[in-house]
């Protein structure tokens, strides 16, 4: 599991897309994440696959907090995201998330 | 106030800090601990109670809720929410018949445009709540949502 | 075109149709069941024929979760063997833009040769363990990632006129014909006549277009699945025994299948539920 941000070999968990229009900065991102919910049994042992899943999605605009989401072990596997905020073609966005066994990473992108 | 009295306040106090209405209580965004006691909770209007402090949403069609009516796989249901309402501080997003009602909660900016989606995983076929709280109020849409076992899908 | 005469000509005693004449009944067939479907949006399976699947599927498309794998899929294709070798050195064009080249029917070892198959072959040329064709992994991000570079070329399996490459071909056709398991279903059953039919909840592909989008990103099984795995998974579900991946039966049945889809766009890889 990706642990630190800015480590320049480990391809990041966090793809985003940001697309402006008409004042509007549309932000989707796709998570490399298992959404583990701890309910689920490992079929050889029977023991229950311990639960990890993002707990914490922030995103921000030129250094500014655009949306700060929480989720819960109920959001898809390699989890889905999309939102839009009021911006320009150029901001930087930058993207982190925080899972329950402590985990993190963040990745940035320009808006086009 | 007596002991008593006293002990309890704080039990409750420490109680609904694990819980949204914590976050949405301070005028300031504060980045507090993921609120894990709204989350486990198994009950929808225990749930929702626990987000708002009260379980009054007001049904309205300004919240547009899109959800399938039959989802292809219930580990990957789409769903997608936008408001025409102004001032939106948060959406929160409910699945009466999962094990844990709550699924995920958007704490919305200034910025923000009150439009978001995400993907949830459903156990079984359940109503599907869209709760955005706007000016103070907590308006709501919902829709059933079919979950069905395939035949050939494998 | 009318059920019997459609078996006839597949199995007409003593004289085979040749391929070409399948696969015009295979086309004409479908043309008649389904009269709006355009032919190039056959690639789409499932999704050409039910709608409201449809709309689920455009809104996964958006931002599907096998982009990861096609990144994935690159990085491993562009890391050296111990030997110093790349894949690219395997295939022509260095293995850019060629899914749509296979299978095809190699004549020097006088068999069929799927891409996953080729894949292991050029690591075990270069002195690597092969890579598993089920449960996702390399083998299946880096057939996703050769498959993304191929997307929007058109099949065109052309089949040699050579006894072996015909006996490949029809043994495919016959094992896409043939019942099996304790359902007792063919291929044919549900994906040519019953294709666009409820089977349970689901409703059957039609059989043109099967092979364009894999390998694909199921939603069940939260990651790729191969065409040799979905294989094994029809044939599970119908309680047959499946075959074992990359061997005979199942790259002769590629090899009909994608033949079947001539004229259609790589559009891999897709997302499936």
């Given at each position: 599991?990706?642990?630190?941000?800015?480590?320049?070999?480990?391809?990041?968990?966090?793809?985003?897309?940001?697309?402006?229009?008409?004042?509007?900065?549309?932000?989707?991102t796709?998570?490399?994440?298992?959404m583990?919910?701890?309910?689920?049994?490992?079929?050889?042992?029977?023991?229950?696959?311990?639960?990890?899943?993002?707990?914490?999605?922030?995103?921000?605009?030129?250094?500014?907090?655009?949306?700060?989401?929480?989720?819960?072990?109920a959001?898809?596997?390699?989890?889905?995201?999309?939102?839009?905020?009021?911006?320009?073609?150029?901001?930087?966005i930058?993207?982190?998330?925080?899972?329950?066994?402590?985990?993190?990473?963040?990745?940035?992108?320009?808006?086009? | 106030?007596?002991?008593?009295?006293?002990?309890?306040?704080?039990?409750?106090?420490?109680?609904?800090?694990?819980?949204?209405?914590?976050?949405?209580?301070?005028?300031?965004?504060?980045?507090?601990?993921?609120?894990?006691?709204?989350?486990?909770?198994?009950?929808?209007?225990?749930?929702?109670?626990?987000v708002?402090?009260?379980n009054?949403?007001?049904?309205?069609?300004?919240?547009?809720?899109?959800?399938p009516?039959?989802?292809?796989?219930?580990?990957?249901?789409?769903?997608?929410?936008?408001?025409?309402?102004?001032?939106?501080?948060?959406?929160?997003?409910?699945?009466?018949?999962?094990?844990?009602?709550?699924?995920?909660?958007?704490?919305?900016?200034?910025?923000?445009?009150?439009?978001?989606?995400?993907?949830?995983?459903?156990?079984?076929?359940?109503?599907?709540?869209?709760?955005?709280?706007?000016?103070?109020?907590?308006?709501?849409?919902?829709?059933?949502?079919?979950?069905?076992?395939?035949?050939?899908?494998? | 075109?009318?059920?019997?005469?459609?078996?006839?000509?597949?199995?007409?005693?003593?004289?085979?149709?040749?391929?070409?004449?399948?696969?015009?009944?295979?086309?004409?067939h479908?043309?008649?069941?389904?009269?709006?479907?355009?032919?190039?949006?056959?690639?789409?399976?499932?999704?050409?024929?039910?709608?409201?699947?449809?709309?689920?599927?455009?809104?996964?498309?958006?931002?599907?979760?096998?982009?990861?794998?096609?990144?994935?899929?690159?990085?491993?294709?562009n890391?050296?063997?111990?030997n110093?070798?790349i894949?690219?050195?395997?295939?022509?064009?260095?293995?850019?833009?060629?899914?749509?080249?296979?299978?095809?029917?190699?004549?020097?070892?006088n068999?069929?040769?799927?891409?996953?198959?080729?894949?292991?072959?050029?690591?075990?040329?270069?002195?690597?363990?092969?890579?598993?064709?089920?449960?996702?992994?390399?083998?299946?991000?880096?057939?996703?990632?050769?498959?993304?570079?191929?997307?929007?070329?058109?099949?065109?399996?052309?089949?040699?006129?050579?006894?072996?490459a015909?006996?490949?071909?029809?043994?495919?056709?016959?094992?896409?014909?043939?019942?099996?398991?304790?359902?007792?279903?063919?291929?044919?059953?549900?994906?040519?006549?019953?294709?666009?039919?409820?089977?349970?909840?689901?409703?059957?592909?039609?059989?043109?277009?099967?092979?364009?989008?894999?390998?694909?990103?199921?939603?069940?099984?939260?990651?790729?699945?191969?065409?040799?795995?979905?294989?094994?998974?029809?044939?599970?579900?119908?309680?047959?025994?499946?075959?074992?991946?990359?061997?005979?039966?199942?790259?002769?049945?590629?090899?009909?299948?994608?033949?079947?889809?001539?004229?259609?766009?790589?559009?891999?890889?897709?997302?499936?539920?």
């Amino acid at each position: 599991m990706v642990a630190e941000a800015n480590r320049e070999n480990i391809m990041s968990t966090i793809k985003i897309k940001a697309k402006e229009s008409k004042g509007s900065v549309t932000v989707r991102t796709l998570i490399k994440h298992p959404m583990e919910t701890g309910q689920r049994k490992n079929k050889k042992t029977g023991e229950k696959i311990p639960s990890h899943f993002i707990q914490e999605v922030t995103c921000k605009a030129n250094g500014e907090e655009v949306i700060n989401v929480y989720w819960g072990p109920a959001v898809s596997k390699n989890p889905y995201l999309t939102f839009v905020y009021e911006g320009s073609k150029g901001d930087t966005i930058e993207l982190s998330w925080l899972d329950n066994q402590g985990n993190r990473d963040s990745n940035k992108v320009t808006a086009k | 106030m007596n002991r008593r009295k006293f002990i309890k306040k704080s039990l409750m106090t420490v109680a609904a800090l694990g819980t949204f209405s914590a976050l949405l209580i301070k005028p300031k965004r504060v980045y507090a601990a993921w609120p894990k006691a709204s989350f486990d909770i198994t009950d929808l209007s225990k749930s929702i109670n626990s987000v708002y402090g009260h379980n009054n949403l007001s049904k309205t069609t300004k919240v547009k809720l899109k959800v399938p009516d039959i989802a292809e796989n219930g580990a990957v249901v789409p769903i997608n929410v936008k408001t025409s309402l102004k001032n939106v501080e948060s959406i929160m997003l409910f699945v009466e018949n999962n094990p844990q009602p709550l699924s995920s909660g958007y704490m919305l900016s200034a910025k923000s445009k009150p439009v978001i989606g995400t993907r949830i995983k459903m156990g079984q076929t359940s109503t599907v709540i869209a709760a955005v709280k706007s000016n103070g109020k907590v308006y709501s849409a919902s829709k059933e949502v079919k979950i069905t076992i395939g035949g050939c899908g494998g | 075109m009318n059920k019997f005469f459609f078996i006839l000509l597949f199995f007409s005693l003593g004289v085979f149709a040749s391929p070409e004449e399948d696969l015009d009944a295979f086309r004409d067939h479908f043309k008649s069941r389904f009269p709006s479907i355009a032919f190039s949006d056959y690639k789409n399976g499932v999704y050409s024929v039910d709608s409201s699947s449809r709309e689920q599927w455009e809104s996964i498309e958006e931002f599907p979760p096998y982009e990861i794998n096609i990144e994935q899929g690159e990085e491993l294709f562009n890391i050296p063997f111990k030997n110093g070798n790349i894949y690219a050195s395997c295939f022509e064009n260095k293995g850019i833009g060629i899914r749509q080249n296979y299978p095809y029917f190699d004549e020097d070892t006088n068999q069929v040769m799927t891409l996953e198959l080729a894949i292991n072959k050029c690591r075990k040329k270069n002195g690597e363990k092969p890579l598993n064709y089920y449960k996702g992994g390399p083998m299946a991000d880096i057939s996703a990632y050769m498959a993304y570079t191929s997307r929007g070329n058109i099949i065109n399996i052309e089949i040699p006129n050579n006894e072996k490459a015909l006996e490949a071909y029809e043994d495919g056709k016959k094992l896409y014909f043939s019942k099996k398991g304790q359902l007792n279903f063919s291929c044919a059953d549900c994906h040519i006549w019953q294709s666009g039919t409820k089977l349970r909840a689901d409703i059957t592909s039609p059989g043109i277009g099967h092979s364009t989008h894999f390998p694909v990103y199921r939603s069940s099984a939260g990651r790729l699945v191969t065409l040799h795995e979905r294989f094994a998974g029809c044939l599970n579900r119908i309680r047959a025994k499946p075959y074992k991946a990359q061997k005979d039966e199942y790259r002769n049945l590629e090899y009909f299948v994608t033949y079947m889809s001539n004229g259609l766009e790589i559009n891999g890889p897709g997302s499936r539920k």
